[in-house]
Each structure stands twice: as structure tokens, then as C-alpha cells.
């Protein structure tokens, strides 16, 4: 069974490597971090089409515009 290396440990012999390997090592770094993303399949997202399915049909432009007559029917009023 392999020991787990801390973080620490692992700065520690990093720092300890030349410029060259210290490239080497990021390059490869990078390379599997790149891979272990694209393995990693991210969960289906629910389509936003259907988000407000359950709240019945929209309001027509005859009722919206119906309903800003008549919200707006006593603007501006005197007794203010």
C-alpha cells in the first residue's frame, strides 16, 4: 500500500527540482488534469424550456394590456 503524500511534502521535493523539471512537471500536470476533466461527465441539465410548464399558459397582449389599463386607470390620483 502506497504512503499519501501531503501537500507539504509534495512543495517541498518540487522545490527542490530544477527550472527544467519544474516545466516538465506542470506540462504534465496539466496534461492530466486536462484528461481527468473530459473523463468527468457533468450531470444533464433539465432544459429551461419546460421550467414554467406548470404554470399554465402565458396572459395574451389583450390581458396584459387589459390589466395595465386598468392598474394604472386612477394615475395620478388628487388625494395625494
Known amino acids: 500500500m502506497e504512503k499519501m ?7 517541498s521535493l518540487i522545490k527542490r ?5 519544474k516545466v516538465r512537471l506542470i506540462e504534465q500536470l496539466t496534461s492530466d488534469i486536462k ?5 468527468a461527465t457533468p450531470a444533464p441539465r433539465k432544459s429551461l424550456w419546460g421550467l414554467c410548464a406548470d404554470l399554465g399558459p402565458a396572459p395574451s ?10 392598474e394604472w386607470a386612477n394615475f395620478p390620483r388628487e388625494d395625494i
Open 61 to 70: 397582449a389583450e390581458e396584459i394590456d387589459q390589466a395595465r389599463q386598468e
Open 35 to 39: 484528461h481527468e476533466l473530459m473523463a
Open 17 to 21: 527540482l530544477s527550472l527544467l523539471d
Open 5 to 11: 503524500v501531503t501537500l507539504e511534502e509534495a512543495l
